[in-house]
T-cell receptor
Framework: AQTVTQSQPEMSVQEAETVTLSCTYD???????LFWYKQPPSRQMILVIR??????QNATENRFSVNFQKAAKSFSLKISDSQLGDAAMYFC????????????FGKGTSLLVTP | KAGVTQTPRYLIKTRGQQVTLSCSPI?????VSWYQQTPGQGLQFLFE???????NKGNFPGRFSGRQFSNSRSEMNVSTLELGDSALYLC????????????FGPGTRLTVT
């Protein structure tokens, strides 16, 4: 089974600054997808960004971008110009056909944004 | 488009009872997945349905079951509730295919006393 590891239980960033959340995964597959989800205190899980393993180009969505290192099996999320509304739990997730399309989540990183 | 809806949002049950949770996917989405979220175990996959068929099942006991209707709405049922079943149950819908994002509902918070 694929393992997703988020080694930072908590992170803190000041408003307007940049923060990077780490994620590593373990797989022997070549075709898969990686996602970052955000879960604010409301508990609504929100998709932040996704990355296809076959694409070398890193995905970006406005202030959110990823650094995808396939050989190193690393998938970090960079949040630029952090805002108070970015405070949430962030989950890294892996999905592939071989995993039956189920999302395999990491334990999450709690991000605190300070004024 | 309306998002994924789940009912009820909160539920309190007694040990030994059974419970049914409902999920309506985004219009046009035929894949529905269920996840259990607890502080100790994190987010764990329960099962996934597509076109009324269970395609995949996580490592949960047989007390956890589900079904999907022809309109893609899904229900999950937990029988003989245990204290450890207290959790946030999340439903997610998706278009077909591994590359498509799963969109989550707000969840049902189940408390077993």
């Amino acid at each position: 089974a694929q393992t997703v590891t988020q080694s930072q239980p908590e992170m803190s960033v000041q408003e307007a600054e940049t923060v990077t959340l780490s994620c590593t995964y373990d797989t022997s597959e070549s075709d898969y997808y990686l996602f970052w989800y955000k879960q604010p205190p409301s508990r609504q899980m929100i998709l932040v960004i996704r990355q296809e393993a076959y694409k070398q180009q890193n995905a970006t969505e406005n202030r959110f971008s990823v650094n995808f290192q396939k050989a190193a099996k690393s998938f970090s999320l960079k949040i630029s110009d952090s805002q108070l509304g970015d405070a949430a739990m962030y989950f890294c997730a892996y999905r592939s056909a071989n995993s039956g399309y189920a999302l395999n989540f990491g334990k999450g990183t709690s991000l605190l944004v300070t004024p | 488009k309306a998002g994924v809806t789940q009912t009820p949002r909160y539920l309190i049950k007694t040990r030994g009872q059974q419970v049914t949770l409902s999920c309506s996917p985004i219009s046009g989405h035929r894949s529905v997945s269920w996840y259990q979220q607890t502080p100790g175990q994190g987010l764990q996959f329960l099962f996934e349905y597509f076109s009324e068929t269970q395609r995949n099942k996580g490592n949960f006991p047989g007390r956890f079951s589900g079904r999907q209707f022809s309109n893609s709405r899904s229900e999950m049922n937990v029988s003989t509730l245990e204290l450890g079943d207290s959790a946030l149950y999340l439903c997610a819908s998706s278009l077909l295919g591994q590359g498509y994002e799963q969109y989550f509902g707000p969840g049902t918070r189940l408390t077993v006393t």
